[in-house]
């Protein structure tokens, strides 16, 4: 599909480092690198075989811009499924750039963002949602989200997904053959082999349609808010989790007006996490639009940690606050443990389950926490190596092909005919196709590519 042009970016990061990484793929791929390149063994990259890498220097017009390696990848069997050669230069950027203009000049078209991946994909060596994982992997923040991202890279996801497919398209061939041959001495598949096709797709189905929040949030992260009134110690907790001073920490109540936004990993769970003012009525205006800020956080959050002071007792702030957290998911967060408590736990379970009690100041009792979040959040649940299902398209395609298999469930026990029940379980196998790539459309294709980095 590419044939007509050859890509060339760099791979590696928009930064100095100690390797920079060039790709350039395509037919030309090694025709065009010959022009740029020259190896101290004299040989051409063009009469090479693939996993070969050579030692010269990558050049612009008879002028050396640095020495490199040079390695050869031969189609079917690199990255992107083309021919492709890496040039491997020393990482500062103005030489990356040099002898990436270079290598335009010698007939190369630059790379599109996610176009290499792309390429794979359309040249069948990864299917959408192992294409989709390249990125997962790339922005992992943690353990959880890169294991996985690697499973599903590896196939795990594709995996499941094909072989729900697998039983309902041999079903489907079955009854397909029998309704449209009736004449042909073909046995009809029979309704009890038939629905337990159907009862074994949908359970498989379910399972991964259950753990799709906790599987988003493990390659994703999640939006959480602290909250409190003044002075509960949020921006010490805010430091606490950030293990940097982010919100500036006072005696003063009222001291963080705006919001205080930081991505952090708790326990391999990403939090975008937001630090807000005290919550609480004033008359200074500025206080005030925090105090507004802080309360649309709240309602937006997936996650809320309410933070209490335990050496306090409860104020009417701090019941307002949690009737606010009704409804949500929310850990109530008791602070400053280190200090003479009043007895408050007692009071806050009545609102909120999730009752944890820690020491911003001291660190005591981050674990916990972390304990806490992955619970109510469902991630210590999920196999990180198993299928999961990471975004709202591969939810989506997952819950209409469950709709059809159970339409088709409904309809075999109510004695529809079976070449209706057959139209369902069709159904179903295009949505699964669709998922992995098999039958998704160019548009939904392009969209899912647009989002990689340039280089990959």
């Known amino acids: 599909m590419f044939e007509e042009k050859t890509i060339a970016a760099i791979a590696t990061a928009q930064s100095a480092g100690g390797i920079g990484v060039i790709r350039v793929s ?13 190896g101290i063994s004299q040989k051409k990259l063009s009469d090479s075989v693939g996993y070969r890498a050579y030692f010269g220097k990558v050049s612009d017009g008879g002028k050396d811009i640095d020495e490199c390696v040079a390695t050869v990848f031969r189609a079917p069997h690199s990255y992107t499924g083309e021919d492709v050669v890496e040039i491997s230069c020393h990482g500062g950027l103005f030489v990356l750039k040099k002898a990436l203009r270079a290598v335009f000049e010698a007939g190369a078209t630059p790379a599109s963002a996610g176009e290499f991946t792309q390429r794979a994909f359309l040249n069948g060596k990864i299917d959408l949602t192992q294409a989709q994982a390249v990125m997962d992997l790339i922005n992992a923040h943690g353990e959880q989200s890169a294991d996985a991202a690697l499973a599903t890279l590896e196939g795990a996801l594709s995996s499941e997904i094909k072989g729900v497919a697998s039983g309902l398209i041999s079903a489907s061939a079955s009854l397909g053959a029998w309704v449209d041959y009736p004449d042909e001495d073909i046995e009809e598949l029979k309704q009890d082999v038939l629905l337990d096709t159907l009862e074994k ?3 498989k189905l379910e399972k991964l349609i259950n753990g799709f929040d906790a599987g988003k949030t493990i390659m994703h992260g999640v939006n959480a808010v602290i909250v409190g009134k003044p002075n509960v110690g949020k921006s010490t907790l805010m430091n606490l989790l950030s293990g940097a001073q982010k919100s500036i ?32 009525e004033s008359d200074n205006p500025v206080e005030s639009i925090g105090v507004e800020i802080a309360r649309k956080k709240l309602d937006l959050a997936t996650l809320v940690l309410a933070v209490f002071d335990s050496s306090e007792d409860l104020t009417r702030e701090d ?8 409804g949500k998911i929310c850990i109530a967060v008791i602070n400053k443990c280190d200090l003479d408590a009043k007895n408050t736990r007692s009071e806050i379970e009545k609102y909120v389950e999730n009752v944890v009690e820690i020491s911003a100041k001291t660190g005591e009792g981050k674990d916990e926490l972390a304990k806490c979040v992955a619970n109510v959040l469902g991630t210590d649940k999920i196999d990180a190596s198993s299928a999961i299902l990471s975004d709202e398209r591969q939810f989506y395609c997952t819950k209409e092909a469950l709709k059809c298999v159970d339409e ?18 069709d159904s179903a196998v295009n949505f699964l196709q669709s998922l992995t790539g098999e039958k998704a459309g160019e548009s939904v294709v392009n969209e899912i590519f647009s989002r990689f980095c340039v280089g990959k």
């Not at 395509?26 to 020259?38: L, M, Q």
């Not at 409904?410 to 139209?423: E, H, I, P, R, Y």
């Open 26 to 38: 395509g037919s030309k791929a090694t025709e065009i690198c010959d022009r740029v390149f020259s």
């Open 249 to 280: 920490v006072s005696q003063y109540a009222g001291t963080t007006r705006d919001a205080v936004e930081n991505t952090v990993t708790l326990g391999g769970i990403v939090l975008h996490l937001t630090d807000t003012a005290g919550i609480r």
């Open 408 to 425: 088709a469930i409904d309809a075999l026990n109510c004695g529809v005919t079976l070449d209706a029940v057959n139209v369902m379980i």
């Open 319 to 326: 019941f307002e606050l949690l009737e606010s957290c009704k």
């Open 201 to 203: 797709s949908k359970k």
